[in-house]
């Protein structure tokens, strides 16, 4: 005899895929203390309906499971919400100029400093380094401390890239961090001036992070840290989130176990330790003497060690003639010490961690595979779930290679499309040919490589079904910021879209299966946490263009509405 629910969902379109590429068609489903008891037909619901059942109908409209974010900056939504924004700067590569631009920060630099004037450090994020090597007009202008001076002459400021892989510092900023003619420029990712002074100009995350960290007054508060992630949980839940893949440990990380434990989660967060090539014995230990330490029971867990192998592109290619802002015949380095690489990833698969390494360039995936295959030689581990986060250009045998060697691709569909701003840098710099076997998903797919979809927030937003839409048709949807500009460009590589089912696999169960959640989450079957969205349509039967103007009318987060359109 069935229970009585606490909710059902009647007259819908269920839709959802298993790990097995199984999918399930449903109209109706019953939750009972927060999971799934009941998936399948009108009829047979009726039996979990009393009094004290809430029904929904959702009048033929489609419910899928909740999404999940294979890859996005959970512990830094402070950079995000808490600082001043360049995001309302978009230029036209065709008619803007880097001068342009650099008024266009200025400006908006100065709204923000007039209205935090007692603010120790001001920070920033969201302008673009395309913007300076040659992405407008073709015109390379560099982009430095002096350009922020004349706005922030008498305190730090701390202006991070879109893309987090870039920081400008101000004169006061590097004043405070000790960072002078005599700092090692790191093989040129602390650029210097003529004269050797530093420019501000800094690169790679595990170069700058610790240089601002260091900056008294740069950290946000526990307060403000929370607040943010309220905010970023609550923007994630009304897309449809239900499950978050933070890939860079962050201060946030005490605050969010706190958060997890006054049941304060909107969504389960799987987590990472850092571990960089100059720190990398004590960031092993520090990671295994804090396994369990961020933990909290099925909400917030933290596994995983995270690697930059590059920052932009290491390719098999050298760089051509051509190249605008490279040497000809050379290719950018990795962040790590080939040999180092090798032997710290073999240590933490011995340890049990999986390895979440953000790796752009073919040759530095290529070398990352080779790591993980040779960790699993060393150290076999079924359970271990190894992932290459970003994928932009991958060699023909490695996508083969991955599939064999059951490695996760954690990419990101919202940059499956064209990039016109930066398309002419790169193809100065590899040629067309290479360019255009950028970021691939259906090949990978068809190797037997397990996708699992992300944002990258806060690099970009949380496209969430408009990023479904772009991996079916690899054009811009209405959330780019460009999308005006782009939105009759052709699809980039129409042979690398996917299916729907493919679409939302990547988007919902294998994200669970990256974050080792699929036996709670990811698809909607009996005994799994209720986790879903209703959508105000039918998601399989509308043309695939209009995908992008779905609108969530509900996130349901273990059996609880967390999120509700009024």
């Not at 590429?21 to 009941?38: M, N, P, S």
């Not at 047979?44 to 996005?72: F, R, Y």
């Not at 950079?79 to 309302?88: A, E, I, L, P, V």
């Not at 840290?225 to 893949?245: I, P, S």
Request: hydrophobic share 40%.
């Amino acid at each position: 005899m069935a229970q009585i629910a606490d909710k059902v969902y009647r007259n819908a379109k269920i839709y959802s895929v298993a790990l097995d590429g199984t999918e399930t068609h449903a109209q109706a489903l019953a939750i009972v203390d927060g999971k799934f008891a009941y998936v399948g037909d009108e009829a047979g619901v009726q039996a979990w309906i009393g009094d004290t059942t809430e029904v929904i109908d959702c009048n033929g409209k489609s419910i899928i499971p909740g999404l999940g974010d294979a890859h996005m900056h959970l512990a830094h939504s402070a950079k995000k919400f808490g600082t001043c924004s360049f995001g309302n700067i978009v230029p036209d590569p065709q008619k803007d100029t880097p001068e342009g631009v650099i008024k266009q920060i200025q400006d908006t630099l100065k709204a923000y400093f007039d209205e935090h004037k007692d603010a120790p450090v001001i920070r920033a994020l969201g302008w673009d380094r395309t913007w300076f090597s040659g992405g407008l007009q073709g015109i390379v202008r560099p982009f430095t401390r002096h350009d922020v001076d004349v706005i922030v002459p008498d305190r730090p400021a701390v202006l991070m890239s879109y893309c987090g892989h870039r920081v400008l510092l101000n004169t006061k900023a590097l004043e405070a961090a000790g960072v002078t003619k005599d700092t090692d420029d790191r093989n040129g990712l602390i650029v210097k001036e003529a004269d050797g002074s530093p420019s501000g100009y800094i690169k790679e995350p595990a170069v700058y992070l610790p240089i601002i960290d260091s900056i008294p007054g740069y950290d946000f508060s526990p307060k403000e840290h929370r607040d943010c992630l309220k905010q970023c949980f609550d923007v994630f839940n009304e897309h449809g989130y239900t499950l978050l893949c933070d890939c860079q440990q962050g201060a946030a990380y005490p605050v969010l176990t706190d958060m997890a434990k006054n049941g304060e989660f909107t969504a389960r967060v799987s987590g990472v330790f850092n571990v960089n090539d100059a720190t990398r014995e004590e960031d092993l230990e520090k990671a295994v003497a804090n396994r369990k330490k961020f933990d909290v029971e099925g909400l917030f867990t933290v596994d995983t060690v995270k690697y930059f192998a590059d920052g932009q592109f290491a390719m098999l290619e050298p760089y051509l003639e051509t190249s605008i802002n490279h040497k000809p015949g050379t290719r950018e380095p990795l962040l790590w010490d080939e040999a180092h690489m090798e032997e710290s990833m073999a240590l933490a698969n011995k340890e049990g961690f999986n390895i979440h390494t953000h790796a752009m360039g073919s040759y530095a995936i290529h070398r990352v595979v080779d790591c993980y295959e040779n960790a699993q030689k060393l150290y076999p581990n079924p359970n271990i779930r190894n992932i290459i986060a970003h994928d932009t250009f991958i060699a023909p045998e490695d996508r083969v290679r991955m599939g064999k060697s059951h490695i996760i691709a954690s990419n990101q569909p919202a940059w499956f499309n064209d990039h016109p701003a930066e398309e002419p840098i790169m193809v100065a710099d590899w040629g067309e040919d290479v360019v255009r076997e950028a970021y691939p998903s259906k090949s990978l797919i068809d190797n037997g490589v397990v996708c699992a979809y992300g944002s990258d927030f806060f690099v970009s937003p949380s496209y969430g079904l408009a990023g479904i839409q772009v991996a079916m048709t690899r054009r811009h949807v209405k959330l780019d910021p460009t999308y005006e500009m782009y939105k009759d460009n052709l699809a980039a590589k129409p042979e690398e879209c996917v299916s729907l089912k493919e679409a939302l696999q990547a988007h919902t169960i294998n994200a669970a299966y990256q974050a080792h959640m699929e036996n709670i989450t990811g698809s909607i079957e009996v005994g799994k946490s209720a986790e879903l969205a209703v959508l105000d349509r039918d998601i399989e039967t509308i043309p695939v263009e209009q995908i992008q103007d779905i609108e969530v009318l509900e996130t349901v987060f273990m059996g609880k509405t967390v999120f509700k359109k009024a």
